[in-house]
């Protein structure tokens, strides 16, 4: 059973560099497609970046000029770092994994974890 | 702003049908498949429905899923009180290169 588990710091204070990791267990990275997506609060889903298995890498165009996205497969996670955040970037963080039943359904998803952005 | 639009809310009481309706774009819903996820208080969001009308298993057959043109539709009959809940339909955007969202159902169970 594939399980994702986001971990990274809770706070952060703006215009610093948000950075959480996906770990993946259960299963390789080394296949399917990865995906970070965030839920402000009260708020819909909005995608950020994704990793495919041919390790194509894209962006959100609204956040591609703060955002990158790694792979470790040695680690078996996939870590986020988002540059000179500010309160719109306070969110619920979520991993997530698609290729089970198509490569845009994304059916494993981590807990999440909440980041806020606060002095 | 969500590229794709759905009403912020729905009711029901149990035992009813209830449609969530979802509309996008040429880009979007047009030429691409749509997925439904179900995501209760607190939780992460749950793949409900993939590629338009097709459910994961375990997924109740309650839940039915269709597209039409650039609007995609997700139908909950015999409604429970568990299922009270946001829905957000998805699908790929092909001039973002990406997953797009819609606002999000709450779909409350009165």
């Known amino acids: 059973q594939v399980q994702l588990q986001e971990s990274g710091p809770g706070l952060v204070k703006p215009l610093e560099t948000l950075s959480l990791n996906c770990s993946v267990s259960?299963?390789?990275?080394?296949?399917?497609?990865w995906i970070w997506i965030r839920q402000a609060p009260g708020k819909g889903l909005e995608w950020i970046g994704y990793?495919?298995?041919?390790?194509?890498?894209n962006y959100n165009p609204s956040l591609k000029s703060r955002v990158t996205i790694s792979v470790d497969t040695s680690r078996n996670h996939i870590s986020l770092k988002l540059t000179s955040v500010t309160a719109a970037d306070t969110a619920v963080y979520f991993c997530?994994?698609?290729?089970?039943?198509?490569?845009?359904?994304?059916?494993?998803w981590g807990q999440g974890t909440m980041v806020t952005v606060s002095s | 702003q969500s590229v794709l639009t759905q009403p912020p809310s729905a009711s029901g009481t149990p035992g009813q049908r209830v449609t969530l309706s979802c509309s996008g774009s040429?880009?979007?819903?047009?030429?691409?498949?749509v997925n439904w996820y179900q995501q209760l208080p607190e939780t992460a969001p749950k793949l409900l429905i993939f590629s338009n009308s097709r459910r994961p298993s375990g997924v109740p057959d309650r839940f039915s899923g269709s597209k039409s043109g650039t609007s995609a539709s997700l139908v909950i009959s015999g409604l429970q009180s568990e299922d009270e809940a946001d829905y957000f339909c998805?699908?790929?955007?092909?001039?973002?290169?990406?997953?797009?969202f819609g606002g999000g159902t709450k779909l409350t169970v009165l």
């Open positions: 998805a699908t790929w955007d092909d001039g973002l290169k990406g997953p797009v």
């Open positions: 997530a994994r698609s290729g089970t039943y198509s490569s845009d359904a994304f059916d494993i």
């Open positions: 259960g299963g390789s990275i080394s296949r399917y497609f």
């Open positions: 040429s880009s979007n819903i047009g030429v691409n498949t």
């Open positions: 990793v495919s298995y041919v390790r194509n890498i």
